[in-house]
């Protein structure tokens, strides 16, 4: 006599059976090996991209977030593997719960780390705050969302069979991404209101920022860092929805749908800003800290001409 899924508590179940059919388990079906070795592959190879990019270019902040965020969406997708052949596998289930609730938090503090090149290109006059406070903010909101998302998926991994202690988890992923959301909309917000600003104003772009603006590479790199954000975006109203209906919702269990919501968007997100790199099409990115200590030796050097001059004076 078949068994009704829905009457199968999946923490109960190690491994798939009479008593314990697949679709009892938390996702109700078998991962598509295919489809989970793909984007395992696929976030390896932006790794070792990002790494060697990144070491070019020196653009080690950036290389940071986004090695993380290819190193723990290529774990996570490694478990689901695990997962494949039985849906009750608890080390790839854990592995791939809190690998992926939290690396698109990784991707969007690389986009965070854009607006203040933006602002330090076209004028900082016309930005409602210094530029690096722009970075200072949304990273330390985005720090607080990666921890409430990896301490959520941390506790749900772990739960056991404690269905409540899960369900805390749950909604601290919930609250997590919902954080995330808001730090994502509030950059988005910041990003127009200084851009309007900045070109509604009379006075005229420098011929660096004039140069950069009409640069192709500029464009594309703008263009990527927009269908990026927008990429992650998606994924996270979509990781709202499917976690707000509880363990082992329609949503849930719907596997095309994370392929497509999550898979596919956070995939699109990390080529683009691998392969769309800011060493190669923002340079002024990568360049920033050597330019800085360029212009502060410059001005230690002048302030010890103007010291010899002075002392030279004296001697007269």
Same mark, same amino acid.
């Given at each position: 006599?078949?068994?009704?899924? /829905?009457?199968?508590?999946?923490?109960?179940?190690?491994?798939?059976?009479?008593?314990?059919?697949?679709?009892?388990?938390i996702?109700?079906?078998?991962?598509?090996?295919?489809?989970?070795?793909?984007?395992?592959?696929?976030?390896?190879?932006?790794?070792?991209?990002?790494?060697?990019?990144?070491?070019?270019?020196?653009t080690?902040?950036?290389t940071?977030?986004?090695?993380?965020?290819? @190193?723990?969406?290529?774990?996570?997708?490694?478990?689901?593997c695990?997962?494949?052949? !039985?849906? %009750?596998? /608890?080390?790839?289930f854990?592995?791939?719960?809190?690998?992926?609730? %939290?690396?698109?938090?990784?991707?969007?503090?690389?986009?965070?780390?854009?607006?203040k090149?933006?602002?330090?290109?076209?004028?900082?006059?016309?930005s409602?705050?210094?530029?690096?406070?722009?970075?200072?903010?949304?990273?330390?909101?985005?720090?607080?969302?990666?921890?409430?998302?990896?301490?959520?998926?941390?506790?749900?991994?772990?739960?056991?069979n !404690?269905?409540?202690?899960r369900?805390?988890?749950?909604?601290?992923?919930?609250?997590?991404?919902?954080?995330?959301?808001l730090?994502l909309?509030?950059?988005?917000?910041?990003?127009?209101?200084?851009?309007?600003?900045?070109?509604?104003? @009379?006075?005229?772009?420098?011929?660096?920022?004039?140069?950069?603006?009409?640069?192709?590479?500029?464009?594309?790199?703008?263009?990527a860092?927009?269908?990026a954000?927008?990429?992650?975006?998606?994924?996270?109203?979509?990781?709202?929805?499917?976690?707000?209906?509880?363990?082992?919702?329609?949503?849930?269990?719907?596997? /095309?749908?994370?392929?497509?919501?999550? @898979?596919?968007?956070?995939?699109?997100?990390?080529?683009?800003?691998?392969?769309?790199?800011?060493?190669? %099409?923002?340079?002024?990115?990568?360049?920033?800290?050597?330019?800085?200590?360029?212009?502060?030796?410059?001005?230690?050097?002048?302030?010890?001409?103007?010291?010899?001059?002075?002392?030279?004076?004296?001697?007269?």
């Open positions: 006599m078949a068994v009704n899924p /829905s009457h199968v508590n999946p923490l109960n179940c190690n491994y798939v059976s009479e008593d314990c059919p697949y679709q009892a388990s996702y109700g079906y078998y991962n598509i090996l295919s489809c989970n070795a793909f984007f395992a592959a696929l976030f390896g190879i932006c790794f070792v991209v990002n790494m060697v990019l990144g070491c070019r270019y020196r080690w902040t950036y940071l977030a986004m090695g993380l965020a290819c @190193s723990a969406a290529c774990i996570g997708y490694i478990g689901r695990m997962m494949h052949n !039985n849906p %009750f596998q /608890s080390l790839g854990e592995m791939q719960i809190c690998c992926l609730t %939290f690396s698109p938090a990784l991707n969007s503090a690389a986009l965070y780390l854009i607006l090149h933006l602002v330090l290109q076209f004028g900082r006059d016309w409602r705050i210094r530029p690096k406070y722009y970075t200072w903010a949304f990273i330390s909101a985005d720090i607080s969302a990666l921890i409430l998302q990896a301490a959520g998926g941390a506790i749900a991994a772990t739960a056991g !404690n269905e409540s202690f369900d805390v988890g749950d909604h601290l992923m919930i609250t997590g991404i919902s954080w995330q959301v730090t909309l509030l950059f988005a917000v910041a990003t127009i209101d200084y851009t309007v600003r900045r070109f509604k104003s @009379s006075e005229p772009l420098s011929s660096s920022a004039e140069a950069l603006l009409r640069g192709t590479k500029f464009r594309v790199f703008v263009a860092a927009i269908i954000f927008f990429a992650i975006f998606i994924r996270c109203v979509y990781r709202i929805a499917e976690m707000a209906g509880g363990w082992r919702n329609p949503i849930m269990q719907n596997q /095309s749908l994370f392929i497509g919501a999550e @898979s596919c968007m956070i995939g699109l997100a990390t080529v683009l800003q691998t392969f769309i790199h800011p060493g190669i %099409f923002f340079p002024a990115l990568a360049s920033y800290r050597r330019t800085k200590k360029m212009a502060r030796q410059k001005i230690r050097s002048d302030s010890s001409v103007e010291e010899s001059a002075d002392d030279a004076e004296l001697k007269v």
